[in-house]
């Protein structure tokens, strides 16, 4: 099959979606033909083949940073990304698009379908649909609102990766797309832990980490401020990633004197997360909302247990008292009672652990990638079997 994928964020650029998209097309590119349409960046190639897939990058001319989109870059997405892969498909067939975001991806993917008459797939993630910490949420905004709604109903096939996501899909949008429910996977890859001793941490030292961009709706300060139940204890957090706040994450840790207690790790390889992960006791998370939760699931291959709030995709996998603690949407005073108890309880953090070895083993890219394929497969036989219908279905 021959698949293209458009997301305005790919490897390195972006967060979760961006990092579930390469393991995707990498995944299918074993046996399949993928190009993945997506953001140029900072010394990034405009044309490469990036293990098996083929990544072509648009220029955007006004994005600075690898971590952390911005307006005017993303709107600079759906006009070169359109004008890019038009020209691409002049000279390239597909058998389905894969289109990845409502927005701003969903534009360039719509047009792309409509414009090549191949059936297009669209995966809401969901901050692309629903991010409370942000004014600038699709949600919020009566024009933006109404452009999702058309850009859902227009596709072939919907995919959502939560019931949490599929519930805003249908509270906020379109309830009558049913949606077809397919979780986010990660790589299967053998690791040993990461030594102590070489992060400057002793081995009778509790560890507690957190992966993810240093963005407002990880709500990292308040991760922070929980770690003064900690002060002058063996216990440390570590976070790990790097984004627009980092600089605002260092002041809150000297406001606060917890420079012995927190270490920002900064961003790292694949490897070395996963080889932290090993190495820590605890993963823990204030984030006020994920679609899905990829870095979750991280933790759970790591043989961690998972501290987090009741909201978001979490709840599809990860469940109270049996692979860590969830704790209601921002009771700090809980939460940090939560991580005492595991801290005190070795045995406890080792069941848990366990529990989510055994979890995680359902949440790998290949039992993903084959729901995907399958979806694909769907959408082009239906636009095979009945192109009028298919027309019609794409002109809504």
């Known amino acids: 099959m021959r698949i293209l994928f458009c ?48 990544v072509i990058r648009v220029p955007v001319f006004f994005r600075r940073q690898r971590f952390a989109a911005n307006l005017p870059s993303l709107f600079a997405y759906m006009v070169m990304g359109t004008i890019a892969g038009k ?16 927005l701003p991806t969903g534009p360039v993917g719509n047009a792309l379908a409509r ?5 297009n797939v669209l995966t809401v993630i969901a901050g692309d649909i629903y991010d409370p910490s942000k004014f600038t949420s699709t949600h919020r905004h009566p024009i933006l609102k109404a452009w999702a709604k058309k850009l859902i109903r227009r596709a072939d096939k919907v995919i959502v990766n939560s019931k949490n996501v599929l519930g805003y899909m249908h509270r906020l949008y379109t309830p009558e797309i049913e949606g077809i429910q397919i979780p986010l996977g990660i790589e299967r ?19 507690l980490v957190t992966v ?26 570590l976070i790990v990633g790097t984004g627009p706040q980092e600089q605002q ?15 920002l790790v900064g961003y790292v390889e694949d490897e070395e997360k996963r080889s932290i992960l090993k190495m820590c006791d605890i993963y823990t998370s204030t984030s006020q909302h994920e679609g899905f939760g990829l870095v979750f ?9 998972v501290v987090c709030y009741d909201q978001g995709g979490q709840t599809d996998y990860l469940e109270d008292q049996k692979t860590g603690y969830l704790v209601p949407l921002n009771d700090l005073d809980l939460f940090k009672e939560r991580c005492r108890d595991l801290v005190k ?35 082009v036989n239906n636009a095979q079997s009945s192109p009028v219908a298919g027309t019609a279905e794409m002109a809504r």
């Open 189 to 207: 890859h053998p690791s040993t832990a990461a030594s102590r001793e070489a992060y400057g941490f002793a081995e009778d030292e509790t560890l």
């Open 297 to 305: 699931v991280e933790g759970m291959a790591a043989g961690l247990p």
């Open 249 to 263: 994450l260092k002041e809150e840790i000297a406001a606060r004197d917890l420079g012995a207690q927190v270490t």
């Open 7 to 54: 997301n305005y964020e790919y490897p390195p650029l972006g967060g979760g979606g961006a990092i579930v998209n390469r393991y995707l097309a990498k995944e299918l590119a074993k046996e399949h033909e993928v190009t993945v349409l997506t953001s140029g960046g900072p010394d990034l190639p405009d044309d490469a083949v990036e293990d098996g897939v083929r």
């Open 87 to 102: 020209k691409h498909l002049k000279s390239h067939q597909y058998d389905v698009i894969s289109t990845i975001f409502v």
């Open 212 to 237: 993810g961009r240093l963005v407002s709706r990880k709500a990292l300060p308040k991760l922070i401020e929980s770690m003064e139940a900690f002060r002058g204890e063996k216990v440390r957090l």
């Open 345 to 379: 309880d070795k045995d406890k953090r080792y069941r848990m652990g366990q529990e989510n070895l055994q979890r995680a083993e359902q949440l790998y890219i290949d039992s993903c990638a084959q729901r995907y394929l399958n979806v694909f497969e769907s959408a």
């Open 115 to 119: 414009f090549s008459g191949t059936p």
